[in-house]
């Protein structure tokens, strides 16, 4: 590990030399790859540095630790505690930065959130993570812009997609995938009695045209007329698109545009973010081990938190995470949840580095 170290820190010296070069300006493309690079690695540089500068002292504590005065040696011997600590705090640190990236952590994301069991109440919970997943976004001062929404009456979201936009926001979002069940009393449950409702939540990277090849030759574009609440022009103009892939066979639908070009713009996007992710999961399935298969399996089926309102606690069940604060998560304040989970999986990462 330290040998990478130190080979990454030689190359922060390089990059700097570069970026000092009057000549560099010149290439602005050149410069601007430079630059990224170095920033790229800078948090591991700094963070090594600290670690050696940690080393120095300890090596100089521990030669105290000889010294004649008693004092002098009892300093030495209570400053080596500390030091040591955070001696073992950087290495993990360190361990943790040298893990390979996420080359999809800095993109943007397509959320998809879903009516699962339990009705009308799934449905109103359904519009309740959209809202905390929204406010949670305005916090980080992501932009949320939804593709495609079906309401119900009672003003619950049956099926919504959307895309957030935002630095490092898939970093973030990525462990959100799979069923969050809810436990509470709904508001039309006269007699008090706790109903469990489920929804499903889908985070995908969003796709770029570098990222995966849609062939027009495979797609079936249909049009027709819109349906449900928006105006008058939703029953005479065919806005509405349908598109199907036909070698994966994945059908995208979008209506909520008057322009028939925007709704498939919208469709597409989509289409490319699902293919997207389709063509990682194959990936995946083909190099990793069975550790790192469990860690990024994001299978939707799989339960993986509860949101119980009388109790006022969420608990994520991958990680034994029990926060007793459900109302404000509820309100976006989900960093605290996202942090464990963060650390969580990066310590398994670890392990099956070890391995």
């Not at 305005?138 to 009456?153: F, G, M, R, Y």
Request: charged residues 35%; proline residues 2%.
């Amino acid at each position: 590990m330290f040998q990478k170290l130190a080979e990454v820190e030689a190359r922060f010296v390089d990059l700097e030399n570069m970026l000092a070069d009057p000549a560099m300006m010149g290439d602005r493309k050149h410069y601007t790859e430079i630059a990224k690079e170095r920033a790229a690695i800078l948090d591991i540089v700094e963070t090594y540095r600290l670690y050696k500068a940690i080393m120095t002292e300890i090596e100089e504590s521990e030669e105290l630790l000889g010294d004649e005065d008693n004092d002098i040696r009892d300093l030495a011997r209570e400053e080596l505690i500390g030091l040591r600590q955070r001696n073992e705090e950087l290495v993990g640190r360190l361990k943790s930065l040298l893990l390979p990236k996420d080359p999809r952590d800095e993109k943007n994301v397509i959320l998809e959130i879903r009516q699962g069991t339990g009705g009308d109440e799934a449905a109103l919970f359904a519009g309740d993570l959209f809202r905390m997943y929204s406010r949670y976004a305005e916090a980080k001062n992501w932009k949320v812009e939804i593709l495609s929404i079906h309401e119900t009456e009672l003003g619950g979201i049956k099926e919504l997609v959307a895309v957030v936009s935002g630095k490092m926001v898939y970093s973030h979002l990525k462990y959100e995938s799979g069923v969050h069940r809810v436990q509470r009393v709904p508001e039309t449950e006269t007699q008090g009695r706790i109903h469990t409702s489920a929804v499903t939540v889908a985070i995908l990277p969003e796709a770029e045209d570098v990222d995966v090849e849609v062939r027009e030759d495979d797609l079936k574009i249909d049009t027709y007329r819109a349906s449900g609440a928006g105006g008058q022009h939703v029953n005479t103009t065919d806005s509405a698109i349908r598109i199907t892939h036909l070698p994966t066979n994945l059908v995208i639908t979008c209506q909520d545009e008057r322009s028939q070009h925007k709704n498939k713009a919208k469709a597409m996007k989509i289409l490319r973010s699902k293919l997207f992710e389709l063509q990682v999961e194959e990936q995946q399935r083909e190099e990793r081990d069975s550790r790192r298969a469990q860690i990024g399996s994001g299978d939707r089926s799989e339960r993986i938190r509860t949101y119980n309102f009388p109790q006022n606690r969420l608990t994520d069940h991958r990680i034994g995470l029990t926060l007793y604060k459900l109302e404000l998560i509820m309100e976006g304040n989900l960093d605290e949840t996202f942090d464990a989970l963060r650390t969580y999986f990066q310590a398994e990462a670890m392990k099956g580095g070890n391995n």
